[in-house]
Structures are given as C-alpha cells and as structure tokens.
C-alpha cells in the first residue's frame, strides 16, 4: 500500500477517534458521492427476486446494489419469506475508460460480472474477499451482480466501487440505467395498485384482515386512518363542509375521498345539493360550537406572512391569495381555508395536525401558540370564494344523520361517539373482487390508476400481506413531499425551484430586526437526502422524524425539520435498509484515548483548524466565514462511523 495512502489512513484514524471521545465511538456505515442528477425515467438498477424454490419472482427498480433483510422477512412483495436470490443488472456508463474494482459488506453469496468478465466473488463475510481490478471501457459497461442470501441470519449486503483515485463508495445512481421489461412494468403496476388499495381504504368496505396482514409484514398504509369526524362541528364550517361533500376537487384538485352523492352537480359554483346540505348540517352538531376569536391585527397577519415564506410552505401550498387553482406541482391551494376553519380550530390545527388524523400528510412544525395564531391570522386574511354559506337554511339534521349511514361515513370515519364500522356482513370479500368500480361514490381514479388496481386485481394479491421497510420508505418519500424541501439523487428541490415565487410574498415587507442581524450569510439550502440512509444513525433518525430533538443540528438554516410522528420509526428503518444498513445500531466500540489527543490537536492546532468552522459542546467555532458546521458534540449521536470516515476523506464526492 502506497505511503501517501497509510498516512490518509492514519491522519482519517486519528480525527474519527477525536470526535468519538466526545460522546463515545461512532458505528460503522455504508458510502457517500456526488449528489448528481440522474435520468428518472431509465436510472437505477434492474432487480429481480427468486424465492429459493424458484417459484415465485419479483422485479423493481433500485438505487444501490445494497439491502437489508431481517430473518422470516420478505426480500420483496412478490416472494414469500425465507432464502432467495436477487439479481441486479445495469449499464454502468463512463466518460473515460478505467480501471476499477468492487468491494462488498455482508453476508451470503455474492458475484459480479463486468462485460461477461468476473469481477468480484465472494461467500460468506463479504468483506473478507477483494475484487479484481478490471478496465473498464467508455461508455456503457454491462454490470450483473447476483446474490444469495446465506442459509442462516439476517441477509445484508452492499457493493461499493473504488479506483486508484478514491476509496469504495456506492455506484452513482445518475451513472447507473437500465433496460425497462414487462415483467417490471407489471411490477409497477402491482405496486402502484397495492398502494392505493391501502391508501383509499378499500377495506373498509371489503372484507380482508388488514390487521393481520401488517402484524405478518403487510404495507403499513394498510392501518391509514382517516379524518376523526368525532366533533368536526366545532372545528370546521357547515358551509365548507357542504361544498366538501358535493365535490371535494373543486375545493382541492389533489382531493381523494370520493364523491358520496355521485350524481350531484359538480363545481365550486353549482347548486348546492340538498343531502350536502342535510348531511354538513348534522356534522356540524357534533361538538361544542367553535369560537371565532378576535379578528386578525395587521401585524399578526404580517408576522404570518413572513413565518409562512420562512418555513417554505410555498412548496407544499399555494399561498392563499392565488385565485388560480391550476397548479403543476400539485400543491394544495389555501385559498378558501379562511371559510373552513372556525379560526380557533385553525390555530390548533397548525399546532397539532394529527390530532384528529395520525396520517395526515400535513407535518408538524412544532409551532408556539404565538407563531401559529400568526400563521392562521395570515391564511385568513384572504377572503374566500362566495360559495360557501354562513348559514344551511332549510336543512334536514335528521335525514343528515341517516346519510352518515347510507352514505358510507361511518365506513371509514369516526362520526360522533361512533366509531368506524368493520364491513359488514355482506360487503364483497376482497378475494371475490373483479373490478374496481365501486357502487354509492365516485373515486375519480386518473387511467394510470385504473390500469394499476386491474393489474393488482388480476394478479397475485397475496402480494399485498407482504412488505419491506425500503419500499414503505420510497412511497412516503413521494407521498410525503419531501423532496419540497431536500435534493435527492440531485433532483432540485422544490422550495429551490419556486424562490422567486417565494420571496415575492415578503418583498413588499421591511426587513426585520432578525433580518438584518443575521449572524451568518449563506445558502439556506437543506441537507440532501440522497445517502441519509446510510449516513445517519437510525436511532437519530427516528427523533428528528418524531420531533423529539430539543436542538437544532444547523442552527443558521431558517427552515425547520418539521416532524412525521406516525411514521418516524418505520420511516428511518426502510431508509436504512436501502442502503443495506440495520434497523438499529451495532453496539458501540472502545476510543483509543492515544488517538483522540492526537486528534484533538490536530482539529484545533493544525492546518486542518477544524475548530474554526465548527462548534464544540459550548465552546463557539473561531473563523466561521459562512456558516457554522455542525457541533462536533453531535457526530457520534447522529453519524454512522463508516460514512464519516468516507466523508473525511473526500467531502466534494
């Protein structure tokens, strides 16, 4: 081994050990490289399950040659639990020829072809075997990596490259394609039919044991609640929910409940529906009457305009004064939430937005009474659209009551005192199902959906009792809009994409105080998501995600990491197992003291000064020129050893 390269080794050893001594040793982890672009159409690799008795198949598309599997888990939704194999195939594609070799954590099988020629095999520790050093050739490189998972434990494994010029790391995803197949379009389609079973509650009215099926590894989704409508009278108007109920797009074109009177008029402006009214009528009797407070001051609403850009909302929302719904980002439009809310109710909301729905995709932000009665003062500043009556005149609160019953409320929500009701008796098993129209509402399936649950409904559907934490974590990255705010694979993020639209709604406003005496003038860019499966520790993880950090990690950024609570756990779990990493943490391993002094001085007394940008418990960093990095203090809490190690190394890859 070249002397350069054991004095890197020695020089990364010292400073690891240095900020392990903080708080303890950080673990091991999986890879780190440039957040670039990637074609999403093509990009990734081909992977394809085999159950070990070979009689059943599974495809879909990955980012990395890497997963975790817990023992008596499935390895995907389309095979059974127990051994199996997976084959994954692309084309590696570079701008120059090379030599390079592979390298891989784990345990099992393992052997990777590049152009026909072997490149790496290995059994059993997969780190114990190295691989060859091979040229490859500009342009396209045929990659096949097959793997076996080993006879005993859980099957783990990760490939990584590496050259002369930099360490082993994961493949780039915008390096990687592949070829599309039916068999991974079906695969798509059984996905994407699965999902929206689970998400638009079809088994609240067909019969299936969906509890069951999560206890043994079935899609969390499957355990989607709904609004509570338990006391929705004191929270929202009868007016609004009379033009919810007649047809919920027309208030929100991402809307998906269905339409409970199918044959009423459709549009904002149409004549209001007399069961609309009957049944808005009886909601509204449920709970105590809202209180409506004290109208909004100029200086609330202000406050709340400014705190509405600070927290990037514009990437989730259109803000409340925009008349044109149309948007192509598919944000949610807030222009009539000032006839929605009783304005109290409004305000709670902000501050707990799963209280009456723990799915809810709205995330909390963890907002003080004072900055939430700013938000809502500034969203009901805007005068809604006539079309929502103070008052339902003439309305029927008993024949409301009955359509809470004929009309399926009760089948997905809690309405009153009463809780949602199992499908009954005579509802059509889920077995039995042969289409997937559904009598009594209109669920406004786009084709791509029609096609997705025919598919779903003409296959194997015992696909939907299995599960696998990667694919839970890749849905709810989508379904939760979280590339809003963060870069992944080196797509821009959306609150980036819409700055201009986003600073137009403060430019008419003067700077405040904490405006112009920022500490520190930089980017507010969010951290990528791209390897923070692999980089974060998952323990971490699942607090950030649950909210129960009481810091803030980079306390110069003005956004706020709001939290998921529901989801937090199994959220961090499946981004880890997609960079092949476990659920939890190995245990910790002994600091060299020798090390960490050296280490210490090198930080703080060399040509490194690593002090200088970054903090260290309370002691302040001494040079910041742009932003602080993050409390070194908080290294071990947060990162994984490995990755760490990688990221000393070559910060720009």
């Known amino acids: 081994m070249p002397s350069r390269l054991l004095a890197w080794i020695s020089l990364m050893t010292v400073i690891l050990a240095t900020l392990a001594s903080f708080q303890g040793a950080p673990t091991s982890a999986a890879a ?14 081909l992977a394809t399950f085999r159950s070990a008795d070979g009689k059943h198949t599974d495809t879909r598309r990955d980012r990395f040659v890497a997963l975790y599997v817990p023992v008596k888990s499935a390895a995907a939704p389309g095979i059974p639990p127990g051994r199996f194999s997976v084959t994954w195939e692309g084309y590696l594609n570079l701008e120059f020829k090379g030599e390079y070799f592979f390298t891989a954590t784990g345990k099992g099988k393992l052997r990777v072809t590049v152009n026909g020629a072997e490149a790496l095999a290995a059994e059993g520790d997969l780190s114990k ?13 045929a990659l096949v990596v097959r793997y076996e998972s080993p006879a005993e434990g859980d099957a783990e494994v990760q490939l990584r490259w590496a050259s002369e010029e930099f360490r082993p790391e994961p493949i780039p995803l915008k390096q990687v394609s592949h070829k599309p197949t039916a068999a991974l379009e079906v695969a798509q389609n059984l996905r994407k039919g ?3 079973a689970a998400t638009r509650r079809c088994f609240a009215c067909h019969q299936a044991e969906v509890t069951q099926w999560v206890k043994e590894g079935g899609m969390p989704e499957l355990e989607t609640d709904t609004p509570s409508l338990a006391d929705i009278g004191s929270r929202l108007t009868p007016g609004w929910m009379a033009r919810w109920l007649q047809d919920p797009v027309a208030l929100r074109p991402t809307a998906t409940m269905p339409r409970p009177f199918p044959d009423a008029a459709k549009g904002i402006d149409a004549e209001l529906d007399p069961r609309a009214r009957d049944l808005a009528a009886y909601l509204a009797t449920l709970g105590k009457p809202g209180d409506a407070g004290k109208a909004p001051t100029d200086e609330a609403v202000e406050a709340g305009q400014r705190l509405f850009h600070r927290l990037g909302c514009i990437s989730c929302h259109l803000a409340p004064g925009r008349d044109n719904f149309e948007d192509e980002h598919g944000r949610i439009p807030l222009r009539d939430v000032g006839a929605k809310y009783v304005p109290v109710a409004l305000e709670a909301f902000l501050r707990q937005p799963d209280k009456h729905y723990s799915w809810i995709r709205m995330p909390n932000f963890q907002l003080s009474a004072a900055e939430a009665a700013h938000l809502a003062a500034y969203l009901r500043s805007v005068k809604p659209r006539e079309a929502f009556p103070e008052k339902l005149e003439g309305a029927n609160v008993a024949n409301g009551k009955k359509l809470a019953e004929s009309a399926g409320c009760v089948q997905c929500h809690l309405v009153g005192d009463r809780k949602a009701t199992l499908p009954h008796a005579k509802a059509a098993k889920w077995e039995t199902l042969k289409g997937h129209e559904c009598k009594g509402v209109e669920f406004r399936l786009a084709d791509d959906e029609q096609v997705a649950l025919k598919t779903l409904l003409a296959g194997d559907r015992t696909a939907m009792r299995r ?6 974590a890749t849905r709810q990255l989508v379904a939760m809009r979280c590339g809003s705010c963060h870069k992944r694979d080196g797509a821009e993020d959306l609150w980036t994409k819409l700055k201009e639209e986003n600073d137009a709604l403060v430019a008419d406003l003067e700077p405040t105080e904490d405006d112009k005496s920022a500490k520190w003038s930089t980017e507010q860019n969010r951290p990528p998501l791209t390897w923070v499966g692999e980089k974060l520790r998952p323990e971490w993880t699942t607090a950030i995600l649950a909210g129960k950090l009481d810091y803030k990690p980079r306390p110069f950024l003005k956004a706020r990491m709001p939290a998921f609570p529901r989801r937090s756990a199994l959220l961090a779990h499946g981004l880890a197992a997609e960079h092949g990493v476990a659920p939890v943490s190995p245990p910790e391993t002994k600091v060299d003291e020798k090390l960490a002094d050296v280490g210490q001085m090198l930080s703080a007394k060399s040509k490194w000064g690593c002090v200088g940008c970054h903090q260290v418990g309370s002691k302040e960093a001494v040079g910041v020129f742009e932003a602080p990095g993050v409390n070194f203090n908080l290294v071990r809490e947060r990162l994984r050893g490995e990755y760490f190690q990688r990221w000393l190394w070559a910060p720009q890859r």
Not at 32 to 45: F, I, M, V
Not at 467 to 472: I, L
């Open 32 to 45: 780190t490289l440039a957040d670039e672009g990637a074609d999403p159409a093509n990009s990734g690799w």
């Open 129 to 141: 075997t190295p691989g060859k050093s091979l040229e490859f050739k500009r342009g396209d490189n």
């Open 194 to 196: 699965r999902e929206l």
């Open 467 to 472: 599960d696998t934490p990667a694919e839970f």
